[in-house]
């Protein structure tokens, strides 16, 4: 008997085997090197025998790090800049073709081809659009009689903003996809009802859908909030970090110190200081929910 | 009541006309880089736009094969995509049978602690990944970009949150046949899922397809390079060759186009799918 049960766990076990000895391998092991790595003066020729504890100090020397504080400065600027762009554009959008539209299958297809483009690919075609001096956005403003159009990726001000166009641009499919599942499975009858009573579609719209759907968007906000704040490839192709700082991010910070600086202990902690602000913008949002989300 | 039909049908055709609109919008980047990529250089940023240039001039695509490995790009990343694929669609539907339907002691808490890691970011693990390749002298080697993802607990709850929905009685009365768990898995289970499985396959094209952060760190090799940190290096070098830059990025974008535009249904239903939580 004791023995048939011991089998019986030894054939489960073995279904979940592959992705126990990948999450052993692949996330146990790194989080605690990685967690040894931050406490040393990491030296990348001799590993960890050539290595000097150091205790907390690659910890205090991330927050007095320049480019560590303008990275998150430009991280925050970002995800306000890029959120509620995104999540307003895809949810009128999601709304429209929610309706009876003709060619609805067609135009859900164009607006979610951008989310499959490869990022880099279509990051660079985005940095020759918005070239200041050559780029075809400037040209056509040109043509209309704007004489001084934006510098775009060329200027410290607008360089951030130009990179959040082209995140909101890469991931509006997304969301108006997840926001379309989400109203269609709204019954019919809610709005039967409102109708009846005499609602037009404007505080249908704000007294049906906009709480029904509020799950859905509490579960897109949080996710790209999330995704907002690891931004990388998008800079490292449209314009380097540059000008200046001003499209310096968190994790453009921890790739250029790890793996071009090769200070890889200081990188290591500011990856557990990531860590620790991605964490704690999601326990904000978690607490604020209760405020506006309806279940 | 015939104007009442004139009028729903006008408010149709200008909806229509403002959603078909802004989709062309959104798509015309991609139309542009299209256009651009078969054009003389000076003729790149002709203003107006000249969406379709007098002829095909190839030159672009010529400069880009020529100066850039592209050919083993593209196959170095398909081998990447097709193990990404296959490593997320066996383990983690395995897992995620495993975690619905199976007893085993732990089964809830190894589950837990799998879903908790959904919460550390990739950028915590590649520095040691990369210390561990070092060690292990795989550098350059294909395998530091897709062994990883021999576990992914995302793919794992997606499987899971199906596998839940298999009734009790399907898998008992396969049991008391004589099926071994594997058969039952492998011959009652899985065909149901083939839904979800779909999903997975496009999910995880798209995670191997656009795999950034791990060529670009643990690759150097520009033979041995994948497509998306490809095409930045070639931005990087040729910052004034406009017109192959847009070759190159045409070349990078081309496949996931086709593949999405033969099974774009799969794939907005596998993303509507992943957004359900559970």
Known sequence: MKNKSLQKNLISYSFILPSLIGFLVFMVYPIVYSLVISLMDWNMFKGLPGSKFVGLKNYFSVFKNEYFIEGFKNNIKFTFMAIPLLLVVSLLLAVLLNRKVFARGFTRMLYFAPYIATITAAAVVFSVLFHPVFGPINGVLRSMGIDNPPQWIGSIKYALFTVALFWVWKNLGYCIVIYLAAMQSIPKSYYEAARIDGANSISQFLHITLPLISPTTFFLLVTNVILSLQIFPEMKVMTNGGPGTSTMSIVFHIYRTGFENFKMGYASAVTWVFFLIVISVTIVQWIGQKKWVKY | ?278
């Open chain 2, 1 to 278: 009541m015939i104007n009442d039909k004139k009028s729903l049908l006008g408010r149709l055709a200008s909806l229509t006309f403002i959603l078909v609109g802004a989709g062309i919008v959104t798509i015309i980047p991609i139309i542009w880089m299209i256009s651009a990529s078969f054009k003389y250089e000076a003729e790149v940023f002709s203003v107006p736009i000249k969406w379709i240039p007098d002829y095909l001039f190839l030159g672009n695509y010529i400069f880009a094969f020529e100066k850039f490995p592209y050919l083993d790009w593209y196959l170095n990343t398909i081998k990447v995509t097709v193990m990404v694929v296959l490593f997320n669609v066996v383990f983690s539907s395995m897992a995620g049978y495993a975690f619905a339907k199976l007893k085993f002691v732990g089964n809830n808490l190894i589950f837990f602690i799998f879903i908790a890691t959904l919460m550390i970011p990739l950028e915590v693990r590649i520095i040691p990944q990369f210390v561990m390749f070092r060690h292990f002298d795989m550098i350059n080697y294909h395998s530091s970009v897709y062994l990883p993802w021999i576990f992914n607990a995302f793919a794992i709850f997606l499987m899971r949150q199906f596998f839940v929905t298999v009734p009790d009685e399907l898998i008992e009365a396969a049991r008391i046949d004589g099926c071994s768990e594997y058969r039952t898995f492998l011959q009652v289970v899985m065909p149901l899922a083939k839904s979800s499985i779909m999903a997975l396959v496009i999910l995880s094209f798209t995670w191997g397809w656009n795999s950034y952060l791990a060529p670009l760190v643990y690759i150097n090799d520009m033979k041995k390079q994948l497509l998306a940190v490809g095409i930045d290096l070639f931005k990087t070098q040729y910052v004034e060759n406009y017109g192959p830059q847009m070759a190159g990025a045409t070349l990078a974008l081309l496949p996931v186009i086709v593949v999405y535009l033969i099974a774009q249904k799969s794939f907005i239903e596998g993303i509507a799918l992943s957004g359900i939580k559970g």
